[in-house]
């Protein structure tokens, strides 16, 4: 069974602090996401990588990076967290072409503060 | 601009009614969609999927009709159970788009015993 672990489900931060969001999946998938969710508007799309140090913006990525230097581990940075990025992030891990589903993880409710 | 949309945003049915889920789609390249439902504190899970070739896909009590003319598809449980008392994503893809998924706003089904 897939398996994406985000490493914390609630985290409180300031304004102006840079926070780390990791996320590990065990499947050896080429395809990580990054999404948002919040009330009234679903799952938005904010970073995604197709392989090993390659990264595409999704549709919502201003004030958002990402990393992935490692197949398995996909990071999402706020560079300088901001009230408006308080949310429910989700980490995604998906195979080959379109026809697979992605696997989520639990989620990080980040409160910034 | 939304490009999946659920209108309805909860739903209540009785034990061992249909449920009716509905979802709309603007993108006319759209051409693979799935279902995930998602309970709280948990990461959605895939439920059913469907590719453009076809107008219906079935597994066990989940199943999804697909009508391309209308850009809209659904998905019915029959019969309901409480344990399927979840929120649940419609969400589509281009297959010329890779992997990025669009995902709805969610519908919350309340089955009542």
């Known amino acids: 069974d897939v398996k994406v672990t985000q490493s914390s489900r609630y985290l409180v931060k300031r304004t102006g602090e840079k926070v780390f969001l990791e996320c590990v999946q065990d499947?050896?998938?080429?395809?990580m996401f990054w999404y948002r969710q919040d009330p009234g508007l679903g799952l938005r799309l904010i970073y995604f990588?197709?392989?090993?140090?390659?990264?595409e913006k999704g549709d919502i990525p201003e004030g958002y990076s990402v990393s992935r230097e490692k197949k398995e581990r996909f990071s999402l940075i706020l560079e300088s967290a901001s009230t408006n990025q308080t949310s429910m992030y989700l980490c995604?891990?998906?195979?080959?072409?379109?026809?697979?589903?992605?696997?989520f993880g639990d989620g990080t409710r980040l409160s910034i503060l | 601009d939304q490009q999946v949309k659920q209108n309805s945003p909860s739903l209540s049915v009785q034990e061992g009614r249909i449920s009716i889920l509905n979802c709309d789609y603007t993108?006319?390249?759209?051409?693979?969609f799935l279902w995930y439902k998602k309970y709280p504190a948990e990461g959605p899970t895939f439920l059913i999927s469907?590719?453009?070739?076809?107008d219906k896909n079935e597994d066990g009590r989940f199943t999804v009709f697909l009508n391309k003319s209308a850009k809209h598809l659904s998905l019915h449980i029959v019969p309901s159970q409480p344990g399927d008392s979840a929120v649940y994503f419609c969400?589509?893809?281009?297959?010329?788009?890779?992997?990025?998924?669009?995902f709805g706003t969610g519908t919350s089904l309340t089955v009542i015993p």
């Open positions: 995604a891990s998906s195979s080959g072409d379109v026809s697979q589903p992605q696997h």
């Open positions: 499947m050896d998938h080429e395809n």
């Open positions: 990588s197709y392989d090993v140090k390659m990264k």
């Open positions: 993108n006319s390249m759209f051409d693979y």
């Open positions: 469907i590719s453009s070739i076809k």
């Open positions: 969400a589509a893809s281009a297959t010329n788009t890779g992997n990025q998924f669009y």
